[in-house]
């Protein structure tokens, strides 16, 4: 399983179009993690085209046929359709900040959820773009429950139906992974939930002897209840902050929603300090 592909297709958002090196935590929400219903007043409403491609992650092809709904803010209408080469063309029209979750669902594919957020640092540079191109370009890639499956085995991990996988990646400003990162995720009562893998420097695999981020920077947390989390990092000497992620009030934090048989994609950003 190309977690690669997985991973960085989707932080075009935040890589491309705002300053995530420089992402300031208190962005939004409220108490340990930003609450994903919380919002402040932002954008002034203008839409804003985007077009948005989801790819399968082994081949590259597109999804014909799928849907892409938006859990987070509330949507009109809430769930678009992909044409035949895996591409949806909408206009993003909002009048506040928001974290925002969306959700992936085809036949062949596992239901894949992305998080992330709408804030100022993220409008700034889709207006920045807008000036050279006419609609923000945004990529998503999505795998088969099979290809799944033997990601995690390589990791000697059986998915457990019901359970749900969070994949993140650390990254630095640059967009480059970041090494020696280590992860946890958390419930309500700060115990440690799911199985933590984290993939291999030089193959697609996990590596189960590895207790923080090689240079891949991908950590993927399999068997993991349906619910909401608060995803933990540590490291001596870098503070991550959400990159593809909900907004949070501290750093090295950030709120993780998981449903039943899918899988939470999302990015850290690691910087010095």
Request: glycine share 12%.
């Amino acid at each position: 399983m190309p977690a690669q592909r997985l991973l960085l297709l989707p932080f075009l958002v935040t890589l491309a179009c705002s300053d995530s090196g420089k992402n300031d935590a208190d962005s939004g929400g409220t108490g340990d993690t930003a609450d994903t219903g919380d919002s402040s007043d932002g954008s002034d409403g203008t839409g804003i085209p985007l077009r948005m491609t989801i790819v399968d992650g082994v081949t590259g092809a597109g999804v014909a046929d799928g849907e892409l709904c938006t859990v987070i803010p509330e949507s009109d209408p809430p769930c678009l359709t992909t044409d035949a080469d895996g591409i949806i063309e909408t206009t993003w029209a909002v009048s506040e900040y928001s974290n925002v979750l969306t959700r992936f669902s085809q036949a062949d594919y596992t239901t894949t959820l992305f998080v992330g957020r709408y804030d100022e640092g993220v409008r700034d540079g889709w207006t920045t773009a807008l000036e050279t191109t006419d609609a923000i370009e945004l990529g998503y890639a999505v795998f088969s429950p099979a290809t799944v499956a033997a990601y995690l085995a390589t990791g000697g991990i059986t998915a457990e139906p019901g359970m749900g996988l969070t994949v993140f990646q650390l990254i630095s400003g640059d967009g480059s992974s970041m090494e020696g990162i280590s992860v946890v995720l958390e419930d309500d009562a700060g115990e440690a939930v799911g199985v933590v893998g984290y993939q291999a420097a030089d193959s697609v695999s996990i590596d189960r002897e590895l207790s923080a981020t090689s240079t891949s920077g991908v950590v993927g947390i399999a068997n993991v209840p349906p619910g909401e989390y608060t995803l933990r990092t540590s490291h001596e000497s870098l503070t991550c902050l959400p990159g593809f992620a909900f907004s949070s009030d501290i750093p090295d934090a950030t709120t993780v929603p998981v449903e039943a048989d899918s899988q939470t994609v999302g990015s850290m950003v690691c910087v010095a300090g």
